[in-house]
Nanobody, 126 residues
């Protein structure tokens, strides 16, 4: 069964850290890129970062300027899991975070992704 499952969300204080996981199953992961998106209350969903799952390419692209230098994307191809490490978190990072897959390469356009996880809530508050 094709699945993307996010985990690791929760409540964190400003300045704190969380690591989100996106576990993939049911398809050949190396043919895809995995992107992270987020949707804050009352706002449109935005692209955060993306990484190719090709074994010969290990490059992550950050789309959201607001997270550059704070969020890091990595992967474990053996575990079929992508990790979003979020440091120095701010209240404006509060959102539901989703991972999604796109065939072959990354894209900042959410319409280019064909399979989505259910999302995980991240709340940054004191």
């Amino acid at each position: 069964q094709l699945q993307l499952v996010e985990s690791g969300g929760g409540l964190v204080q400003p300045g704190g850290s969380l690591r989100l996981s996106c576990a993939a199953s049911g398809f050949t992961l190396e043919n895809y890129a995995i992107g992270w998106f987020r949707q804050a209350p009352g706002k449109e969903r935005e692209g955060v970062s993306c990484i190719s799952m090709r074994t010969s390419i290990n490059i992550a692209t950050t789309y959201a300027d607001s997270v550059k230098g704070r969020f890091t994307l990595s992967r474990d191809t053996a575990k079929k899991t992508v990790y979003l490490q979020m440091n120095s978190q701010k209240p404006e990072d509060t959102a539901i975070y989703y991972c999604a897959r796109r065939f072959t390469a990354c894209s900042p356009n959410q319409n280019d992704y064909d399979q989505w996880g259910q999302g995980t809530q991240v709340t940054v508050s004191s």
